[in-house]
């Protein structure tokens, strides 16, 4: 177990970034493995079971002290593989301990309020893990590289100036600091994927009548915009990437090192926690002694 969590923390630290200002998405490489061989497969597999088991055990203690509550969210291109990550990552933990909602093109309701409302409302409580599949950071990536979504979100023109990005970057970052103080850990992941594995998946779901439902058109005409996602990415998490917020660009071209990414990172914030079951004192112990007897 001490292994695991030490191996966590290196594999956590590969990939995080605090310090926006530094930050250069091509320093990153979508394929990098640490030097792990795919030959290595099973033995990441094996350490994503015990990242997996420790991650469940950690959480039913985060849910007995019911003091922190973790969002995790995850960003990233289509096929990056989000979904299947979030599947195995959490395939350990107890259901009713964890809340998994995914953010899609706002409705008509969303746009009636300002931009983090509709995340805001699905916070994971104290004690418990909330993963966003897709976030309010959707507001610097699609929002951006589509100007046309800006204009139907009903936010009055004069608000509109060319300082809107500088300004949801800041109320962003004001967001999470105001969640970790309270307690709510935030940690965020860009599944780095390349554009030429994207393509390769992609056609594997255009062969595969059991993945056709995973493809819209839409995803191929985003494709075409590649080079202004990636720019907006990076301008993304150069100004919100944080000590307390902290974004990890985990290589996501293969996505058995993905998910064993993943799974370090929730290990090791997790363990950074100080979880403990809640403490027994004596009045209660001898509640505990006087339950007892009478079943007894
Ligand atoms: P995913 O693409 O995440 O696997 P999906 O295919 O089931 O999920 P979609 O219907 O494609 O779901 O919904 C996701 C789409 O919603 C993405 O294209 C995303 O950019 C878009 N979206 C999410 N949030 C916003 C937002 N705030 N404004 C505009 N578009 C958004
Ligand atoms: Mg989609």
Redesign the pocket.
């Known amino acids: 177990m001490k292994n695991l969590t030490k191996n966590a923390k290196k594999f956590a630290s590969a990939f995080r970034v605090t310090d926006g200002d530094r930050f250069k998405l091509k320093d990153f490489d979508p394929a990098d493995t640490l030097g792990i061989k795919s030959s290595e497969k099973p033995e990441a597999a094996q350490a994503l079971q015990a990242g997996v088991a420790e991650i469940a055990r950690l959480q039913d203690m985060l849910y007995a002290q019911d003091q922190w509550g973790v969002l995790l969210i995850f960003q990233a291109m289509?096929a990056a593989g989000?979904?299947g990550t979030i599947k195995h990552v959490l395939s350990g933990v107890n259901p009713q301990g964890c809340e998994v909602h995914?953010?899609?093109?706002?409705s008509s309701d969303e746009l009636d309020h300002d931009?983090l409302w509709r995340c805001m409302r699905s916070l994971p409580e104290r004690g418990r893990l909330g993963i966003f599949?897709?976030s309010?950071y959707?507001?610097t990536?699609?929002?951006r590289v589509?100007p046309e979504?800006l204009a139907k979100q009903k936010v009055p023109p004069r608000l509109i100036t060319k300082d809107i990005w500088k300004e949801r970057f800041q109320d962003i970052r004001h967001f999470e600091r105001y969640l970790s103080r309270n307690g709510i850990v935030v940690r965020k992941f860009f599944l780095n994927l390349s554009k030429q594995e994207q393509k390769r998946r992609f056609l594997q779901r255009l062969e595969n009548p059991s993945k056709y439902w995973?493809f819209?058109a839409?995803?191929a005409s985003?494709r075409e915009r590649w080079g202004e996602y990636m720019q907006a990415y990076e301008d993304t998490i150069r100004h919100t990437a944080t000590d307390e917020a902290p974004w990890y660009v985990v290589p996501a071209d293969n996505k058995w090192f993905a998910r064993m990414i993943v799974s370090s990172v929730v290990v090791e914030t997790l363990s950074s926690l100080g979880l403990k079951y809640p403490e027994v004192g004596k009045d209660r112990l001898a509640e505990l002694a006087a339950a007892r007897r009478v079943l007894k």
Not at 102 to 106: E, L, S
């Open positions: 289509d989000k979904d995914a953010f899609k093109a706002p931009f599949n897709r309010y959707e507001e990536l699609v929002v589509h979504l995973k819209s839409a995803d985003e």
